[in-house]
């Protein structure tokens, strides 16, 4: 069971936005502004997409965006594309020197 | 360009240790906090270590406190974690992750992998 909650799965077509859910508690996603997103095909490594709840490292395309309300963070992908689908995990700094994370969230471009 | 390549992954039964080497290059390594994580089977990551950049600090999660040790050699660009007394729970993939800095508390580069199944 993982500390932050995100749905098993999502999808939308080619060209379409699909958002991505990931809830804590006031103790770590709502405590601090410091969630992060990752984008990971089996075997791979994962990829950072998204810091600090909005931020995009450099070569992140603008199509990938993170917001937070409260306890709940949001990856938002725009303008779907083939290469995006793949598993997309949520993370928060927890306090006392921790990290959480989410289970996990299957984006599937249809 | 950053490349973090895990090793020392296999098969160990119940109670046994084993101990993971993550080789770090394409960066200064001996200025950047590392982390382990793991992904264990059908589940999502799991933030397992954290060591400071010249291991003044290190930090545990709950589920491994006590049994595992992290540890790093800087003028060797390594990463090491010690893993004693293992369970079955603690059969996963284990990547190597180095900490963006800056305050981020986020993990910018990652490994492969490096699997460990505990099985008797």
């Known amino acids: 069971q993982s500390v932050l909650t995100q749905p098993p799965s999502a999808s939308g077509s080619p060209g379409q936005s699909v958002t991505i859910s990931c809830t804590g508690s006031s103790s770590d996603v709502g405590a601090y502004n410091y969630v992060s997103w990752y984008q990971h095909y089996p075997g791979k490594a994962p990829t950072l997409m998204i810091y600090e709840v909005t931020r995009r490292p450099s070569g992140v395309p603008d199509r990938f965006s993170g917001s937070k309300s409260g306890n709940t963070a949001s990856l938002t992908v725009s303008g779907l594309q083939a290469e995006d689908e793949a598993e997309y995990y949520c993370s928060s700094y927890g306090g006392s020197n921790n990290w959480v994370f989410g289970g996990g969230t299957k984006v599937t471009v249809l | ?120």
């Not at chain 2, 999660?61 to 990463?79: H, M, Q, W, Y």
């Open chain 2, 1 to 120: 360009q950053v490349q973090l390549v895990e090793s020392g992954g296999g098969v160990v039964q119940p109670g046994g240790s084993l101990r993971l080497s993550c080789a770090a290059s394409g960066f200064t390594f001996s200025i950047y906090n590392m982390h382990w994580v793991r992904q264990t089977p059908g589940k999502g990551l799991e933030w397992v270590a954290f060591i400071a950049y010249d291991g003044s600090n290190k930090y545990y999660a709950e589920s491994v406190k006590g049994r595992f040790t992290i540890s790093r050699g800087n003028s060797k660009n390594t990463l090491f974690l010690q893993m004693s007394s293992l369970r079955v729970e603690d059969t996963a993939v284990y990547y190597c992750a180095k900490d963006m800095g800056s305050g981020s508390f986020s993990f910018d580069s990652w490994g492969q992998g490096a699997l460990v199944t505990v099985s008797s």
